[in-house]
């Protein structure tokens, strides 16, 4: 193994298909045996083995790496509200990496860089997460709310005061801030 290692290219047989400006970061081959896929990082997000399509940074509420498995929890949409999106875990997804070159240090840090704003509240009843991400190629925050389990999303109490706080946030951040 030289000083210079460098990553083999990702083969084409299993290259996700990029849309247009979208750019490979890095990869991994996902799993140990032949064909079970690979997880591929771009600009714009992350391809997982299994999914038709790219989950995007702003859609990965949470992304650890424990030194062989990278461990995925992608956001559900749960509902629109005016002006934010209520969000919920999705069933996490685990994916081995037998040699994740960069791909653990690209990942972290595309979630980490698409988080703009995050604050914890506590509401009338139980507690909720206010969080401003970055999309790419969207202009300004996309703005979610991610209930604790437990905390009664309908509750109107629960409701008015998420948005007191959404709005309240968003009128803190500014451009500067974010």
Known sequence: MGLFRRRPKLPTTVRPPF???ERLLAWATAGTGVGDGVVVAT???????GRGERLGWHDILRAVWSGHELVVTPAERVVERDGYLVVADRPTESYPLSDPGDLPHEVRARVTRSV????????PEGAGRVVARRVPGVDGLTWTVRYEPGTPVDDPAVRAETDRLVAAARAATSPDDV
């Open 19 to 21: 849309v247009a400006g």
């Open 43 to 49: 600009n714009l997000g992350l391809w997982l083995p």
């Open 116 to 123: 703009a704003y995050s604050e914890a509240y506590p509401l």
